[in-house]
């Protein structure tokens, strides 16, 4: 969604999200399908009011479907999984997010062609709970340490199924310890070019 860390649901604008910094690195080859939601969970539901449609999982495949053909999907998911209240560990996250994720998106053939989406897993970033948002909510109460276990979690699905990988190196967090601040939206635009140039050469 490219939500402005530490804002009251803003979101950084069309020259800054990464998505969007992508879009113009690729250039006119290459279409880029934003589909960023604040607070999408893999599969849990957040039960607050106003915060409904959040569960990943039941959007999947009509997203899938509806971008019909996917070439490459670029899939940086599991943050809000690491919330207290959904008492997850990694383990748990990246079984989650193979089995409902990984397996489907790779498993989900086109309508109108024979072929099935490549897949890109980008590990999010680590939450950083040093910083006062955190300690204050306590909403993300042991999430840096599951953060960091991530990386190596979705890099050994990666292997596992044969997909690409990016993990998390480099991408800081702003004021609120879990969004990309606006240079790491930059980097990681930056870093997903080179490797989706990389995929297509």
Request: aromatic fraction near 8%; charged fraction near 25%.
């Amino acid at each position: 969604m490219g939500y402005i860390s530490g804002s009251d649901h803003q979101r950084y604008g069309n020259n800054e999200r990464w998505t969007r910094l992508l879009a113009k690195l690729l250039g006119n080859n290459f279409e880029i399908i934003e589909e960023g939601l604040n607070g999408r969970t893999l599969i849990s539901n957040d039960t607050r009011l106003g915060k409904e449609g959040k569960n990943g999982y039941e959007y999947l495949i009509p997203c899938l479907d509806t971008h019909d053909p996917i070439n490459l999907v670029v899939l940086m998911l599991g943050t809000n999984e690491l919330k207290a209240t959904y008492n997850k560990t990694a383990k748990e996250i990246g079984e989650m997010f193979e089995q409902y994720f990984v397996k489907v998106i790779l498993g989900r053939k086109s309508q109108i062609s024979n072929n099935y989406p490549k897949l890109l897993i980008v590990t999010p970033p680590i939450v950083n709970e040093d910083v006062e948002y955190c300690k204050a909510n306590n909403k993300y109460a042991g999430a840096t340490k599951k953060s960091e276990e991530l990386n190596d979690i979705y890099r050994e699905i990666a292997e596992k199924y044969n997909c690409y990988f990016l993990n998390n190196q480099g991408l800081e967090t702003g004021i609120d310890g879990v969004h990309l601040t606006k240079e790491s939206h930059q980097k990681l635009a930056e870093r997903l070019k080179e490797e989706i140039s990389h995929i297509y050469n």
